[in-house]
């Protein structure tokens, strides 16, 4: 059962909302418009919010889903389904493994491990999001001391998730970290016209 609980994760991860819902909303192919991406930030710059707070939320939600299924079914693999649902989001087979960056994903596997860590890791988002203007930044800031809230919560048996939650989550944006370091880093609002895309 757990080995069948990781592949269904891993699959439910795979599922690429970005890339199905722009086409089902006659908007074309996501991965040629802005940075490629499927996830929600690239699903904005169609100009379609409602399409893109939808993708933001079901990309969330596909994550949350997969860790309680492993809760209900396989309780010790909890947080290995959380692992192959976020590979999944980032890896999809359906789209040849070129998913997105997994910031919402990773935020819903967090809230169904323990949902005050999960509170926490979006309060810190829109606070960085506020004061910067940045939403890879928030992301990065976010997801980066979710390791550090795991282990303060007491959820230190989860920690090693977490870190590996961060490394890939940062490897994926590593062309946006360049882009901070470097001023040229687009921010929430600037069109993909502007500035280079933040994701």
Do not use: C
């Not at 910031?103 to 999001?129: D, K």
């Not at 795991?150 to 998730?161: A, E, H, K, S």
């Amino acid at each position: 059962m757990a080995y069948a609980v990781i592949l269904l994760s891993y699959l439910l991860g795979s599922i690429p909302f970005g890339y199905v819902l722009t086409k089902l909303a006659g908007l074309g192919d996501i991965r040629s418009i802005g940075s490629g991406n499927i996830g929600a930030t690239n699903v904005l710059r169609t100009g379609n919010k409602k399409l893109a707070a939808a993708v933001l939320l079901l990309d969330g939600i596909k994550g949350a889903v997969a860790v309680i299924i492993a809760q209900h079914l396989a309780p010790d693999v909890e947080a290995f389904a959380g692992f192959a649902v976020l590979l999944g989001h980032l890896f999809p087979v359906w789209l040849k493994f070129k998913g997105g960056k997994g910031v919402a994903t990773a935020i819903g596997i967090l809230t169904a491990l323990m949902w005050q860590v999960g509170a926490l890791v979006m309060i810190i988002w829109l606070a960085t999001a506020f004061l910067f203007n940045y939403s890879s930044l928030a992301a990065l800031v976010s997801i980066g001391v979710s390791p550090l809230i795991l282990f303060l919560v007491g959820r230190r048996d989860l920690v090693w998730l977490g870190l590996i939650i961060v490394i890939l989550v940062f490897w994926k944006h590593e062309a946006n970290i360049r882009r901070l370091f470097e001023g040229t880093e687009s921010k929430i609002g600037k069109s993909k016209n502007e500035s280079p895309p933040a994701e």
